[in-house]
């Protein structure tokens, strides 16, 4: 997160090589390949469905606990004014996080209303830039930017709104968490979104670069009740699909297959690559 290679074209090509390789040798002597998402595996090997003997989708495992605090109690241990509605996003500061949109979004929200209080979690290569449109478009009294944060439940406990408008993702981590926490979210409608996000919560995807939808989904998302039943069955969703347990038992699912599979003779190990 903390490197871009946007400016290093030639570092940029050995890497995109070094990768092709890798992958080239993972399909090559793999028993098994596992993906973190549907989009992810798309992306890797276009017909991984139809040998499902190599392949199979194992769904990241996200802490989907919660801190025994209130909103107003988490927006003030953070230093927000308990009345602001307070929009966050998590992520590290790197183009595919797209925080130009975030800010642009952001930026005609405050046309609407004049209560809300954006928090960026993260750092990266592009902080300079993102600060610097901060002050650009003259919103620096309503944009707190934390840096990096070891623990970003009190953050989550304290967020009316959760806005993702990133370029591209593997899954999204960051949308579990923050369903999890009972936060309603505006994201960007793209395939490993979608597979991150409850079903009931897909009508606040936007296309990009519709930043004025964005706005107005974001604008309907915050009249929302804390505890309306989208809410809870996003947060529902999230810990019956995402939680470490539902990680744990799925892995050993497949330890259990290829156990049955009779894949391994004893005393040999299966080889497993996790993409």
């Given at each position: 997160p903390g490197h871009s290679l946007d400016r290093a074209p030639i570092l940029r090509q050995l890497r995109r090589a070094w990768l092709n390789w890798h992958k080239a040798q993972t399909i090559m002597n793999a028993d098994l390949i596992l993906g973190h998402s549907c989009a992810n595996l798309d992306s890797y090997q276009a017909n991984w469905r139809r040998v499902p003997e190599r392949f199979s989708l194992l769904y990241n495992g996200v802490d989907t606990s919660n801190p025994a605090t209130s909103r107003c109690e988490a927006k003030t241990a953070i230093g927000i004014d308990p009345r602001r509605k307070h929009v966050l996003n998590v992520g590290a500061m790197k183009s595919q996080k797209n925080h130009e949109g975030i800010l642009q979004i952001f930026n005609l929200m405050c046309q609407c209303r004049d209560d809300l209080h954006l928090s960026l979690v993260g750092d990266g290569p592009l902080r300079k830039s993102v600060e610097s449109m901060v002050h650009?478009?003259?919103?620096?009294?309503?944009?707190?930017?934390?840096?990096?944060q070891d623990n970003v439940k009190t953050f989550y406990a304290s967020a009316d709104l959760f806005l993702f408008p990133s370029l591209f993702e593997g899954f999204g981590n960051v949308l579990v968490e923050a369903q999890a926490s009972g936060v309603p979210l505006v994201a960007t409608d793209i395939p490993a979104i979608r597979e991150a996000v409850c079903p009931v919560q897909h009508d606040f995807l936007f296309k990009l670069p519709d930043y004025h939808r964005a706005s107005d989904l974001a604008c309907i998302?915050?009249?929302?009740?804390?505890?309306?039943?989208?809410?809870?069955?996003?947060?529902?969703?999230?810990?019956?699909?995402?939680?470490?347990?539902?990680?744990c038992e799925s892995l050993c699912s497949i330890y259990?297959?290829?156990?049955a599979e009779g894949r391994c003779t004893s005393g040999e190990s299966p080889n497993l690559s996790l993409e």
């Open positions: 650009s478009l003259g919103i620096c009294d309503r944009v707190s930017i934390h840096g990096r998302q915050l009249s929302e009740p804390p505890k309306s039943k989208r809410i809870r069955e996003s947060q529902n969703y999230a810990i019956q699909h995402f939680s470490i347990e539902s990680f259990r297959r290829i156990l």
